[in-house]
């Protein structure tokens, strides 16, 4: 009998041992939050409540392949989800709780893989915990890169241990990585409850509305702000940073604040597509649009000299945050502090292989175009894809079409219908490795109808 | 944490406008799945329709998978959708040991 109950929402919980999983476990089945919670935890014996719906979980890998498409899943999930709907009456919630390790490809799939599974669940959220002092010593591992990958929130736990500029790094190194994740900063994993049960993260309107930077376009330059300078001699200055060197544009605008900055974004792109020329400490940076590469030998504080001709407004653009070199531009009077300051999503993170594509276009699809293109897309390029997340404008289709997938397994259905004068268009985010925007864009833009 | 057999190979490629599961007839496969194969109960079952976009490949296919430590699981793809299993199906498959 086709069930009329409401799905179950379920959240997965990730993070490495240590991260202060068990604290917000413990958080979670003891809040007043009203729901009844089905419990599948992996660490034996933690849970510090009494519940008669704690169930322990011996993670079963079961690896589905055929050389092109290759899908895991958690065996061991199947058994229990099943065996739980039995009981459907008696909780509102599941919860699943992963191993430090875990890859969370195998455990979100399972969700997709069955069909009774996936009409029955609700996979509402991926929360990923991190602890912000100890990522670092983890950071290469893949399944640290996949945790935070795959969330649909993450928790920069233990803000307590670290300074606010090393949180603001990681977070934004976490956002270059997983532009669609909501980021939150916790203490001792302590976070209300409505940020991570029912927080939408396969709901597609929920999950895009995220982050204002999520379709920001990659610029070669990580920080820019505006300063307002009287004719005279400055200073930039740089402490030790992470680069032995630092790309610098210095512009001249014509207003304050943001619409300073963005007025001469563009001509600043442009000066950083051209050579570098390398300026030693005590060499002066000049207004306009050259290419500045500070050389920034580790020793102690480098100064460079600014002679700025008149008293104007004028953008500087860094390729590293300032901050990480503890850079500031200093007058007659002193530090002068700038407007309009803007962290721009990093496209250099060279290091970090995961990375996230947004992609925005109006128009229709055609539907056997886009069947065509993305299953090419996910045979070849499956693994390296860990999420997708999309809302569709398909030709002759009055609804929207919104859509989901892990890996090779994918998930849509019709959305609500398009309101009249709403613009038909499509977004779409890609979170993965290896991903290369030109080629993804360029295929979803054929799959435009006409 | 235990690592099973690879399964039978599936195919699992988007198809835009997939009607939702046919949940009656995916219990009912799960069923005599679960009773010709002699399993415990049904909760070791995967079972899912498939739709295929690659050349060559059957539009519609139902894949019946029983979850186990190596040597129990076993795979199946029959090509047709999962409304249109019968159980005579179902016991060719069980009839067929582990494969196919």
């Known amino acids: 009998m086709p069930s009329t109950e409401a799905r179950v929402p379920v959240t997965v919980l990730t993070g490495f041992l240590g991260s202060g999983k068990t604290t917000l476990l413990n958080h979670i089945l003891t809040a007043n939050h009203g729901k009844r919670i089905a419990v599948i935890e992996n660490e034996f014996g933690e849970v510090g409540v009494d519940q008669d719906l704690v169930i322990n979980a011996e993670e079963e890998i079961f690896e589905m392949n055929n050389g092109c498409i290759c899908c895991t899943v958690r065996g061991d999930l199947i058994r229990i989800i099943g065996s739980l709907m039995k009981r459907r009456d008696k909780f509102d919630y599941i919860l699943v709780e992963t191993t430090g390790m875990a890859d969370p490809g195998p455990v979100a799939q399972t969700f997709f893989v069955d069909d009774e599974v996936r009409e029955k669940t609700a996979l509402d959220g991926l929360v990923t915990l991190v602890d912000a002092k100890h990522v670092h010593q983890h950071w290469d591992a893949s399944e640290v890169q996949e945790q935070i990958a795959f969330a649909d929130v993450i928790l920069l736990n233990k803000t307590d241990l670290v300074t606010p500029d090393e949180l603001d790094a990681l977070e934004r190194k976490i956002r270059g990585m997983n532009a669609a994740a909501k980021v939150y900063r916790t203490r001792n994993s302590a976070v209300e409850m409505d940020k991570i049960l029912n927080v939408g993260g396969f709901d597609l309107d929920r999950a895009l509305v995220t982050d204002p930077q999520f379709l920001e376009p990659e610029y070669p330059f990580e920080w820019g702000g505006v300063y307002h300078l009287a004719a005279g001699e400055y200073r930039f200055v740089c402490g030790d940073g992470p680069d032995p060197a630092m790309n610098v544009v210095l512009l001249r605008t014509w207003a304050d604040g943001d619409a300073g900055r963005t007025a001469v974004e563009h001509q600043s792109v442009l000066a950083f597509s051209s050579d570098e020329h390398p300026v030693e400490p005590g060499q002066q940076i000049a207004v306009g649009p050259t290419l500045h590469q500070l050389q920034l030998p580790a020793g102690g504080e480098k100064s460079f000299p600014i002679r700025v001709p008149e008293t104007a407004w004028y953008a500087l653009f860094t390729e590293h945050g300032p901050e990480e070199f503890g850079a500031k531009l200093v007058g007659e009077a002193g530090e002068v502090t700038p407007t309009g300051t803007h962290h721009y999503k990093p496209d250099h993170e060279h290091d970090e292989e995961v990375t996230s594509v947004g992609i925005t276009l109006a128009g229709d699809l055609s539907e056997k175009k886009l069947n065509a293109w993305l299953s090419r897309l996910l045979q070849e390029k499956g693994t390296d894809i860990f999420r997708m997340k999309g809302v569709l404008s398909i030709k002759g289709d009055p609804n929207r079409f919104v859509f989901q997938g892990v890996h090779m397994l994918f998930d849509g259905k019709p959305d609500r219908p398009w309101k009249p004068g709403e613009s038909r268009g499509n977004k779409l985010i890609f979170i993965g490795r290896n991903l290369n925007r030109d080629e993804l864009t360029a295929g979803f833009r054929a799959c435009l109808v006409g | ?100």
């Open chain 2, 1 to 100: 944490m235990t690592v099973a057999e690879p399964l039978l190979p599936v195919v699992s490629v988007p198809i835009l406008g997939r009607r939702p599961p046919d949940l009656a007839a995916v219990g009912r496969v799960k069923a005599w799945a679960a009773d010709l194969f002699g399993l415990p109960d049904a909760a070791a079952l995967i079972v899912t329709e498939l739709r295929c976009a690659e050349a060559g490949c059957p539009d519609v296919e139902t894949v019946i998978a029983v979850l186990g430590e190596p040597g129990r699981a076993r795979r199946h793809k029959l090509l047709k959708p999962v409304a249109e299993v019968t159980r005579d199906d179902v016991r060719s498959l069980a009839a067929r040991g582990t494969h196919g």
